[in-house]
Each structure stands twice: as structure tokens, then as C-alpha cells.
């Protein structure tokens, strides 16, 4: 049966029709992200000739979200069905142990590795846009480390907590990831909640730490395209100004319409000339 609304201990907790409504709803977003993920990994292998430093970040960053997301596809279903934790399981749940312990490992790969990746692409743009480092360059001194901490991060913390038994089912949402023992520990605080404190070191800090990083490196992106607009937009209007003095200094000016006064003034001239000349040509 579904977690009573009437028990005071789990007032807190969904109803069955919540916990439907929230099994359902986070399935159909995930599809879509399995499905753009799942492009952007064979667009990369496909044009695997083409591969640079943001190419095989974007791999990396797209594997992880595949595997995050196929884990939140699952968490309803794969939680266990009988937790004595809970008095009652979740509205979907087929899952045991077992099950549990591997969406635990899912849910810490995925938290320690999809915010490092996103922090480590908004770093990427800022080396090369920003700081002008060369792709070469920041392959040979950035990217392979990173790589490797990453992957070594991810895949060690999800490892801890399999073998320290930290891998509980959630209260709350469905799924499983680190929790304490029971539902609401007692007197749990400091060294006494070692769970609590895996959590805050190996899930909270570092996900804060990488959003800190995407904050600060977009922001300075954008001062510095902002400033090389405005610069590029002075230059623009500097040039422009240069050029059409330069052209006023080099064309001649056009020539000025005759007067309706000059002209008759030289065809009565012309005419006396030619009047003069007769008579000359007429003398003795």
C-alpha cells in the first residue's frame, strides 16, 4: 500500500497520486535529453576526423548526462519495494537492495561529473576566446588532466559509497543516493552522520564550486566580447570618417553651369569679332 497522508511521522511524504504524478512527469524531459545527448554522441563519432578540445568535452559531458539520465528514468521503478526505513514503499517500486545501491552509484557519477564537465566547458571558451590559448595548447596542458581527474573523482566517489553502505533510498522523490539509516535520524549530527557529511564534501561543495566557476567565466566572457564589440564598432566609425576625408581630397569638385547672362555676353562678343572680320575682308 502507498504511504498513508494520516501518519504523523511521514505527513511530510507524497501521496500516491503525487508520487504517480512525480513518477511520470520527469520521464518524458529525460526521453528528450536521452535523445539529444545520444545525437551529439554519434554526431561526434561520426566526424571523428574533426575532433578538438570542445568536441570531446562535449562527448565526455553527453556520455554523463546519458548515464544521469537513464538513472532518472529508472528511480521510480528501481527503488526497493520493502525498506524498513519506510512504512510503506514507493507507489512504483520492483527494485531490492541491490538495485538501490546501483542507482546510489548512478546518482554520485552523475553529480560529481556532469556539473565538473559543464564548469570545465565554460572554462574552455574562456582560455581560448578570452586568454587566446591555442588548441594544441590546451590540450597538451589542460584537457588530459582534467579528463583524468574528473573520470578518477566521479568513479572513485561513487565507489566510496557503495563500500561504506551510504547508498539509501530517498525519502521524499524516488531513488536512491546517500542517506542515513533511518528516515529521520535522531540526534544525528557531525562525526555521528558520516553519511551527511559525504554528501556535503563529495556531492554539495563540488557542484557550488563548478557553478561558481560557469557564474564567474561567463561573465567575464561577456565583459570581453562586450568590450571588443564596442572597440571593434569605434574603430568602424573612426575608419569611416578617414575614408570619406579622403575621398573629399582626391575628387575634384564639379564643374559649375554656365550663367544664362556669360552666355549672351559671349555670343555678342562672338558675333562683333565676326562682324570685325568682314568688314576687313571687305576693304580696299
Request: net charge neutral; aromatic share 10%; glycine share 6%.
Amino acid at each position: 500500500s502507498a504511504i498513508s497522508e494520516t501518519n504523523d511521522d511521514y505527513s511530510f511524504m507524497p501521496s500516491t497520486t503525487q508520487q504517480r504524478v512525480i513518477s511520470s512527469i520527469q520521464i518524458p524531459p529525460s526521453i528528450l535529453s536521452l535523445i539529444g545527448s545520444s545525437l551529439i554522441i554519434y554526431n561526434i563519432r561520426k566526424n571523428h576526423k574533426r575532433r578538438t578540445p570542445h568536441r570531446r568535452i562535449m562527448l565526455a559531458l553527453s556520455v554523463s548526462n546519458t548515464i544521469s539520465t537513464l538513472g532518472w528514468i529508472l528511480q521510480p521503478f528501481l527503488v526497493p519495494a520493502q525498506d524498513d526505513a519506510l512504512p510503506d514503499p514507493w507507489v512504483y517500486a520492483v527494485g531490492n537492495d541491490a538495485s538501490c545501491v546501483m542507482l546510489g552509484a548512478i546518482s554520485q557519477f552523475s553529480i560529481i561529473s556532469q556539473p565538473l564537465y559543464l564548469g570545465f566547458l565554460s572554462l574552455y571558451f574562456l582560455l581560448t576566446v578570452k586568454f587566446g590559448v591555442k588548441q594544441r595548447d590546451f590540450q597538451a596542458k589542460y584537457e588530459r588532466w582534467v579528463h583524468a581527474f574528473i573520470l578518477i573523482f566521479a568513479v572513485a566517489t561513487a565507489v566510496g559509497g557503495i563500500l561504506l553502505g551510504f547508498y539509501r533510498p530517498n525519502v521524499v522523490s524516488p531513488g536512491c543516493w546517500v542517506n542515513a539509516p533511518s528516515a529521520e535520524p535522531e540526534g544525528c549530527s557531525g562525526n555521528d552522520c558520516p553519511e551527511r557529511i559525504f554528501a556535503l564534501v563529495f556531492g554539495v561543495i563540488p557542484s557550488f564550486a563548478s557553478l561558481s566557476v560557469i557564474i564567474v567565466s561567463n561573465l567575464m566572457l561577456y565583459f570581453h566580447v562586450r568590450k571588443t564589440v564596442m572597440e571593434g564598432q569605434k574603430k568602424a566609425v573612426t575608419n569611416e570618417k578617414k575614408l570619406a576625408d579622403f575621398q573629399s581630397s582626391v575628387t575634384s569638385p564639379p564643374p559649375q553651369p554656365e550663367s544664362s547672362t556669360s552666355k549672351t555676353l559671349n555670343d555678342s562678343s562672338q558675333h562683333r569679332d565676326e562682324s570685325c572680320g568682314g568688314q576687313l575682308i571687305d576693304g580696299p
